[in-house]
């Protein structure tokens, strides 16, 4: 068994969780057996709703907190009127608006908020109870109900004391106490005095063996728990991002990115590294030979792959660009909205597609209306672009940071030359200067006006200079090495030499 440990997972999931995805997918094709463990919280949705969403199967999936239960990963199935006969005979007056509805019983300020999966269903994802205006309880279900969160009033606030975690029966499987960021689990053999302890406790559950694989995605809060406990299982760690701080680096020190630092300590406990590009193999070797005095063992795999290449039913959109990504500060997606702006007052019909969802969204639109270009400059949202690339000529990055870049890889699959900046790793492993795409120099003293002025002159160039029918036919060329067969290959040829 192959078990993949990481945090948590939303709608607007980073990369890391796409890279999972993937893995999920190209491990089934393989034939290896695999489980996906998350050990964050998820209050505010079902984590198999999010699961799935990305491309996960839910006997795939392990959730920390139902790991000590009978509770299965599952839909939300549970009902209004599944909830309606815990009422008992008890008076209210019911009201629905969209996805929440409440039930008011007499007194003063006693009713419950529901809160449904959407608007057009019955589907019960947590009931919020309020009573004499306080909240007293908040209800977690998928097919039953999973877990209860217990609230008393503290500085005239709400405030979480206990967590109760149900088997399918209704009967308790174990609680955690809480107070602030200090907690406490109790079973009823044992008492677990951390978070870290309870991850621990699970992988020991386990019962993992040499014939068992364990890789950690992100390492942070958990990594060590997984090291003291997994036996004789071997370690891989997955390298997502940059692995140093370029700025804090020099010939006699190295500051590793904090979030990998705990596993690269522990290189001697690590059965291999995986690094998703062969620069930054080669970069992470010779800087461990350097300032370690070691060479652990680093193989190169892509977080994702092409089940096939992708080429245009018809005509691809004239002077038409897109990019896809999670809406966050580092993507630098306006820097690609005021480039398009100024690169329209030469290409009169240019046009930019946004896909993706995120943090930066409304400032975004709030860019978008004051330039007054939302008619060629669009927000789509989260999509599956699977057949959306090649409809477009051409794609844009303005991500200052890739440890690869899975869209990268998608859109060279689909035959787009890309813009962007030569930055660690993914710019440069997708595009080829001057053959299917540009390159932009950039360093930390850039302003950000000169960083828009250099994706300006390149989209420019792009569409008034370069052979586009060669710029695609070089991008299909650099996607053969990461159709699916290949990347099977490379995680079958791993998994048989490490064991």
């Known amino acids: 068994m192959i078990y993949n440990f990481n945090l948590g997972i939303g709608w607007a999931s980073s990369g890391v969780e796409y890279a999972q995805a993937y893995r999920a997918k190209l491990f089934r094709s393989i034939g290896q057996e695999a489980s996906f463990v998350f050990t964050d919280m998820f209050p505010r949705d079902n984590i198999q709703h999010m699961t799935e969403n990305i491309g996960f199967m839910d006997e795939e999936i392990i959730w920390l907190y139902t790991f000590f239960t009978d509770c299965v990963i599952a839909p939300v199935t549970y009902t209004l009127k599944q909830l309606e ?3 008992g005979d008890r008076e209210y007056t019911f009201s629905r608006d969209g996805a929440i509805a409440k039930y008011v019983f007499p007194g003063a300020g006693n009713f419950y908020t529901v809160f449904m999966v959407d608007a057009a269903s019955d589907r ?3 009931v919020e109870m309020v009573s004499n205006n306080c909240l007293i309880r908040k209800d977690y279900y998928t097919y039953c109900r999973i877990y209860s969160e217990y609230y008393a009033p503290l500085d005239k606030k709400a405030h979480l004391y206990l967590r109760r975690f149900f088997n399918e029966d ?7 106490i809480t107070d602030n960021d200090i907690v406490m689990y109790r079973f009823p053999d044992r008492l677990i005095c951390s978070k870290e302890e309870l991850v621990g406790y699970m992988v020991s559950r386990l019962g993992l063996t040499e014939k068992d694989l364990v890789i950690i995605d992100r390492v942070t809060g958990i990594g060590q728990a997984i090291l003291q406990n997994a036996g004789p299982a071997r370690i891989a760690i997955m390298i997502h991002a940059d692995h140093f701080c370029e700025g804090s680096t020099d010939q006699d020190y190295i500051l590793w990115n904090n979030f990998y630092e705990y596993s690269f300590a522990q290189y001697k406990n690590i059965s291999f590294y995986v690094a998703s590009t062969d620069a930054q193999n080669r970069l992470f070797k010779e800087q461990f030979r350097r300032y370690v005095g070691a060479v652990p063992e680093v193989v190169t795999i892509p977080v994702g792959s092409l089940d096939e290449l992708k080429f245009p039913q018809k005509k ?10 999670r809406l966050a500060g580092e993507k630098h997606v306006d820097w690609l909205v005021d480039a398009v702006v100024e690169a329209r007052k030469k290409i009169s019909d240019l046009s930019l597609d946004i896909y993706g969802k995120g943090g930066e ?7 978008i209306n004051r330039l007054g270009c939302g008619e060629y400059v669009r927000l789509c949202g989260h999509q599956k672009l699977d057949e959306i690339y090649q409809n477009y000529e051409a794609y844009l990055s303005g991500s200052s940071s890739e440890g690869f870049g899975l869209t990268l890889m998608e859109a060279v ?3 787009l030359p890309i813009i962007g900046f030569n930055v660690r790793y993914g710019n440069p492993t997708f595009i080829d200067d001057g053959e299917n795409g540009y390159l932009i120099a950039m360093d930390d003293k850039m302003e950000k006006k000169e960083r828009v002025r250099k994706l300006t002159e390149c989209i420019v ?7 586009m029918e060669s710029f695609h036919r070089h991008s299909y060329e650099k996607a053969e090495k990461y159709l699916t067969g290949e990347v099977e290959r490379r995680w079958l040829e791993t ?3 490490m064991k």
């Open 85 to 87: 006969q815990t009422v």
């Open 124 to 126: 019960v994802h947590r």
């Open 170 to 176: 209704g009967s308790v499987a174990y609680e955690e």
């Open 316 to 325: 691809r959109r004239k002077h038409a660009l897109i990019t896809a990504s």
């Open 361 to 367: 969204e409304t400032r975004l639109r709030e860019q």
């Open 413 to 415: 699959g689909s035959g």
């Open 461 to 467: 160039r792009l569409f008034t200079e370069a052979d």
């Open 495 to 497: 998994i048989n030499q």
